[in-house]
């Protein structure tokens, strides 16, 4: 199986601590928009997409990134995030990032996101929320979670 994650990691590191995590099990190399061949993307069997969530979003870097990409057929990707709060059932984070990813020909089983360390105002008031976040129990949720995804992409293959 062949993978790379592609992962927008600014204000904390908070991201790119679980990308690099997941990309030790997939052993697959963590790289940012700016590195990535966007024709070399139809070469990997398996694309994570990640970013820490600003106003409910995924980093304008990476959804500019995902909207430039060509619309053909590719294989399976997975969104990852990082935020200070959790995903709201009425409005999840992740699922306008996972519409993109389809309509651009990726097939999208999955997310993970874990909580992190958040500065954004009011948070940066009073010194943050989530500090010293993502812990060890999140980062064995994203070992986990790119475990399975290893194991199911393995299985297509």
């Given amino acids: 199986m062949k993978a790379?994650?592609?992962c927008t990691s600014v204000s904390h590191?908070?991201?790119?601590?679980?990308?690099?995590?997941?990309?030790?099990v997939l052993q697959a190399p963590?790289?940012?928009?700016?590195?990535?061949?966007?024709a070399e993307l139809a070469t990997y069997d398996l694309v994570g997409?990640?970013?820490?969530?600003?106003?409910?979003?995924f980093h304008p870097r990476l959804r500019q990134f995902v909207q430039a990409?060509?619309?053909?057929k590719r294989g399976t990707a997975f969104v990852f995030a990082t935020s200070g709060l959790p995903?709201?059932?009425f409005r999840p984070f992740t699922r306008p990032?996972?519409?993109?990813l389809e309509q651009k020909g990726f097939e999208v089983?999955?997310?993970?996101s874990c909580r992190a360390y958040d500065t954004w105002l009011p948070f940066k008031l009073l010194g943050g929320i989530n500090k010293g976040r993502p812990n060890t129990v999140d980062l064995e949720a994203a070992r986990a979670y790119a475990q399975g995804l290893r194991a199911q992409v393995s299985a297509v293959s």
């Fill in 4 to 6: 790379i994650i592609v």
């Fill in 13 to 24: 590191g908070n991201t790119k601590r679980v990308a690099d995590v997941m990309g030790q």
């Fill in 30 to 38: 963590v790289v940012d928009p700016d590195e990535v061949d966007v």
């Fill in 49 to 57: 997409f990640g970013s820490g969530i600003f106003s409910m979003q």
């Fill in 69 to 72: 990409l060509p619309t053909a």
């Fill in 87 to 89: 995903e709201l059932p």
């Fill in 97 to 100: 990032l996972v519409q993109l």
């Fill in 109 to 112: 089983g999955s997310a993970f």
